[in-house]
């Protein structure tokens, strides 16, 4: 894992709690991509854990994207397509993770971010949890999150999130749109209806809840190919000079 970030699970009665904190905003390098990978995949295999909660620490964003500074370094294709690999490997340990996993948005969500969100199988998260797609605006393109994004609220909305890069959807819209469960007025009220909820949940047949998610996620069997490919897109976009030049200034506001 990366020396400035964690990625840390605790399981207690039949409840896994993946927890993962970066100091730049929770966002994410490489390193720790392959690291939730690893983990989703040891507690699908896990009989001990029946419902997975994924969540960040702070009371800041849940998950800002994509590490800027690992971006700025990328200076060839290969590499650009194994960073954004990275977030397809994660999705896709989500999609096939044979326990479903609950989304705990303490804040707001951005690009890769969204995408986390959206491969959960539901999510709950306070009003100030807006959030953004920003990807166009800095050249690139949320191509590898799309499937998942899409499959959560649908392509219209996904393309108005897409399409209006520096614009905030507030969590009520987020919540009508389908990718937020449900919504509260405060971290204290969400984690109380979320341990609550967790807490019935793993009470359930875990070969029941195993089946469920296989039905939630039916149709999408051609991912593993279809997110790598989407990733070689965006690792070619990276290089850009008009990715370059932003990735910059936005890191410089």
């Known amino acids: 894992?990366?020396?400035n970030g964690t990625i840390t699970t605790k399981i207690e009665n039949k409840v896994a709690t993946i927890t993962f904190f970066h100091p730049a905003s929770n966002s994410f390098p490489s390193v720790q991509l392959k690291e939730l990978t690893r983990q989703l995949d040891l507690l699908s295999d896990n009989d001990e854990v029946s419902v997975v909660v994924l969540q960040?620490?702070?009371g800041g964003a849940f998950c800002a994207g994509a590490s800027f500074d690992e971006l700025?370094?990328?200076d060839n294709l290969e590499d650009?397509?194994?960073?954004?690999?990275?977030f397809a490997n994660v999705i896709n340990a989500m999609r096939r993770c044979s326990k479903i996993i609950v989304g705990r948005v303490q804040g707001k969500a951005v690009g890769g971010g969204v995408g986390l969100v959206s491969a959960c199988d539901y999510a709950f998260a306070v009003q100030s949890a807006a959030v953004k797609l920003s990807e166009i605006a800095i050249g690139i393109g949320p191509f590898v999150i799309e499937p998942a994004v899409s499959r959560k609220i649908g392509k219209t909305a996904m393309s108005?999130?897409?399409l209006q890069p520096t614009e905030w959807k507030s969590a009520q819209w987020a919540h009508q749109k389908g990718l937020y469960s449900e919504i509260f007025a405060s971290i204290v009220e969400m984690d109380s209806a979320l341990h609550a909820y967790v807490a019935n949940l793993s009470s359930y047949n875990p070969d029941a809840l195993s089946e469920i998610k296989k039905v939630l996620w039916e149709g999408t069997e051609n991912w593993p190919e279809?997110?790598?490919h989407r990733a070689a897109v965006s690792g070619k976009l990276v290089l850009s000079d008009f990715t370059r030049n932003a990735l910059s200034q936005f890191k410089n506001q």
Do not use: E, K
């Open 80 to 86: 650009g397509t194994a960073f954004f690999s990275g």
């Open 160 to 162: 108005q999130m897409a």
């Open 1 to 3: 894992m990366s020396t």
């Open 226 to 228: 279809l997110l790598y």
């Open 56 to 58: 960040s620490t702070g």
């Open 72 to 74: 700025l370094s990328i």
